[in-house]
């Protein structure tokens, strides 16, 4: 049996952000793959919509690309709502009721090492997503565009950063009750009319949804998919939505 | 290590202000235990979030390790350690997993292995967190905070809910953060648990300072010690008139039958001596007699009830 030694440290010895960020992202990941709750929303409720659209056809036009081309793209993009928005928003908020998140507050970990650390474990979750989700997609006779994965997978780290910050945000500021039905009004409002899974282009008068993250992650992920290219404007919205959520949730964060 | 000049705090109240704390100050030092202490309600917990940086004081000053706690940077946290009242221990991990994590977040964390031994959670390490009993919270709580190998420690209510043998282990534990040279500050209602570790006593009540000092300070005020006895019977009239004049005998009121009755005043033996002879006067027999010290119990009760006599 190891002597256990408690003698103070002199000096402050906080680990570095990236050893922090890493930590809370292996601890964070693990928590949301054991939680059945955060899974069913994070890989069912994207799988049914897919199934849903492909049932239905709904996108199919004589010539253009098939259902399932474009509606893969928007999948994709919602499960990144899913996990980030709703998964972390829900779970933090009442991380935040239980007093977990005021004990995190007096532990070097710090709102940076938090987000971040979340943001790591919400790419994790979409791995799972994309390899479950682009399977079954496959097997419906998706097609995707192979010269657009490496953009759609700057796509997808981008808006795992914004709509996770977006979940903290609201986390971090309204009570957890508000927190759970804002973020699922969010997910079910910005998932329909936000141009996640529909392309914008199908309602009138959209022109305000396009400078939405939930509108510039479904585009630029169609685009990759779709056609193998890069929406620069999409890239530009998203990058920009991705710093203020960041920086509002680092400053406005309440950690009780 | 700690000090608070004159915290106030206060909230918004439907009519005005409401203050929580009207003026706390007192100071920790290193290698001591410096115990606040005072009734539900007084003001503690605020006084400890506020000297943790949690909270934000409304005015007045707090220096931890020499610098303002609200929103600290990392640094002042890795050498702060602290165990929350409800824990604040995450419900869906267990309590290794969670400690092992805490320590990557320190740079010369303490020996996980050994901290489990010593705090026997060995037995529960595989549970969830949220199927642990509350004693059980209670030692993986007090785990949590000293991971870091803090210089400072806040424990708030470290013995409430647990059982004899988790209490002593705790108790040891603090004893040894204490020889080690750890600033620990802690809470609690218990007088008893105050007057074995506490150092330094500040008295709490309805969010001011009433004493502080030292144990032996706190209760050297006032060094004629009470005298009590109890009858079986009730006195007389005629009996409690013939009582020496230069005593008084009061009646015990918060014990149930046979009556307790104590003698203030008592300097000597013979003051001891006149009481004695009263008994035998009036041929009284206790059942029960004792002539004990001062404790803390005795200051808190006068403290506490002084003006609402």
Known sequence: MTKLDLTPVEEPHSSTLLSKVIAQGRYETRITMTNGEQLLVSIILPLLALTGLFVTGLFDTVEGPSTIDIATPGILALSVLSSGLTGQGIATGFDRRYGVLQYLATTPLGPIGLLLGKVVAVLMVQVTQVIVLGAVALLMGWSPNLAGLGTAALFIVLGALTFTGLGLFIAGTVRPEATLALTNLLWVILGAIGGVVFPVADFAGSVVIDYLPSAALGNGLRSALIDGSFDGAAFVILTLWGIILSVGTIRWFKWR | ?309
């Not at chain 2, 917990?45 to 220096?63: C, E, M, P």
């Not at chain 2, 994590?101 to 740079?107: G, K």
């Not at chain 2, 705790?170 to 040894?176: A, M, Y």
Request: aromatic share 6%; proline share 5%.
């Open chain 2, 1 to 309: 290590m700690l000090s608070l000049t004159n915290v106030h705090r206060d909230v918004p109240a439907r009519a005005g202000r409401f203050q929580i704390l009207k003026g706390v100050s007192f100071d920790a030092k290193a290698g001591e235990v410096t115990a606040l202490l005072g009734p539900n309600g007084a003001g503690k917990t605020t006084t400890l979030s506020i000297a943790q940086g949690i909270d934000k004081a409304s005015s007045g000053s707090v220096k931890l390790l020499g610098v303002d706690p609200f929103r600290a940077n990392a640094g002042l946290r890795s050498q702060v350690g602290v165990m929350l009242q409800e824990g604040g221990l995450p419900m869906a991990v267990t309590g290794e997993r969670l400690l092992f994590h805490l320590a990557r977040l320190y740079q010369a964390p303490a020996n996980i292995s050994a901290l489990m031994d010593r705090l026997q959670i060995r037995e529960f390490k595989d549970r969830q967190i949220r199927r642990l009993s509350g004693g059980q919270r209670q030692r993986l709580g007090m785990a949590a905070a000293l991971v870091g190998r803090p210089r400072v420690v806040f424990l708030d209510e470290p013995s409430a809910g647990l059982d004899p043998v988790s209490r002593l282990i705790v108790f040891e534990l603090i004893e040894e953060l204490k020889a080690a040279g750890v600033c620990i500050i802690l809470t609690t209602h218990l007088l008893e648990d105050a007057q074995r570790l506490a150092d330094h006593v500040v008295l709490i009540r309805e969010g001011r300072v009433e004493a502080a000092g030292s144990v032996e300070e706190l209760t050297a005020t006032d060094l004629r010690p009470p005298f009590t006895f109890r009858l079986s019977r009730a006195l007389t009239e005629q009996q409690r008139a013939d009582f020496p004049s230069h005593l008084t005998l009061v009646e015990d009121t918060s014990s149930s039958q046979p009556a307790v009755w104590r003698v203030n005043g008592i300097h000597g033996p013979a003051d001891l001596h006149a009481v004695t002879a009263w008994w035998l006067r009036h041929d009284l027999m206790p059942s029960d007699m004792g002539l004990s010290g001062k404790s803390l119990e005795d200051v808190f009760w006068e403290l506490t009830t002084h003006d609402k006599a």
